[in-house]
């Protein structure tokens, strides 16, 4: 039996890219795709951004790692930043998504055991949900293709319909620790929070003392238009995961809580070898000095009203393909009637256009954060010239 050296977990695509230049990127073979990929949302200032690249190189050649035995001020400098911008008294750093989520869910649990009430464990989560691949986090989801042949998983999680808050309610028992959920999935296909459900939810743990936690691993990060996406709902978590947008492409993710619901996170509770090491740091600043500039976010809005509007007038013309457009600021989603794999990979082979599929048949649109309108123009023509020569495969 062949086992090729890179263990096969991913249906890897035909393109292999050695070089990428603000919003686009150039295959081995020097053909150049125009990126509204963006390494699924993680490349927020797009490639080779002068700022982070040498905020990466410079800190490299100063200090790179020591662990976290030793005192931080790279560490404490980026969660105060962090800690002055958002809702959150307090920041572990990690160096994935699902490493933020991890955290996040053991803070849930460690508030509940500092108050007294170790019983409460259990965190209700979502269908379609998309908390990353450690045990822990595919025990939060319910999609059996992440969790087959890994069981027992986790337990401590029950799973209930996205957006129906009468069912989230209804699960709520002497052993909840609180809700976990995306403001908008991802993953998933895109659905959006409704402001009825993510407001439910604030006020249903305000009622019975339990924790909000958020997952903001793909929504937040200025992704849709506001630094976070739960301002777009006027509510905050107790507890909220980040990663992706946050290193720009530098490994790189967050737990940020309130001083509330982290007060069982004391020493010994946690730690990570690599977490929060000075590169990372280095990083981390260089995306925030350009997230927090004045006018970036409303750049990133603007953007996304233009890309969405543009999206939607193609509809009619292609209405045999498209559906409806979902999301916010620029993580958007265009469902489509047929299968969106093949459509995502008809874009790429065919028209150097790179998106990314997610769930329901939604072809994912995650530009970079610094798309201008001419990228915009290049990306609808090129995608309208594809809709209109596409011919779904019989069976999809
Ligand atoms: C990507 C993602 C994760 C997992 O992040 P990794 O860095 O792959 O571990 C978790 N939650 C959401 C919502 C994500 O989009």
Redo the contacts with the bound molecule.
Sequence with gaps: MSMPALMPVYPRCGVRPVRGEGVYLYGEDGTRYLDFAAG??VNALGHGHPGLTKAIADQAATLMHVSNLYGSPQGEHLAQRLVDATFADTVFFT???????ECAIKTARRYHFANGNPQRHKLITFRN??????LG?ISATDQPKMRDGFEPLLPGFAYTAFNDLDAALALIDDETAGFLV?PI???GGLATATPEFLQGLRKACDAHGLMLVL?????GYGRTGKFFAHEHYGITPDIM?V??GIGGGF?L?ACLATAEAAKGMVFGTHGSTYGGNPLAMAAGEAVLDVLLEDGFLDHVAAMGERLRSRLEQMIPNHDHLFTEVRGKGLMLGLKLKTDSRRFVGFLRDEHQLLTVSAGENVVRVLPPLVIDESHIEEFTQKLSAAARVYVPAADD
């Excluded at 997952?215 to 929504?219: I, L, N, R, S, T």
């Design positions: 699924i949302a160096n994935s998504g699902a490493e933020a989520v949900a998309f908390h990353g691949r450690t986090a995306e999935q991802g993953e997952d903001e691993v793909q929504a995961a990663a992706k490994p993710g």
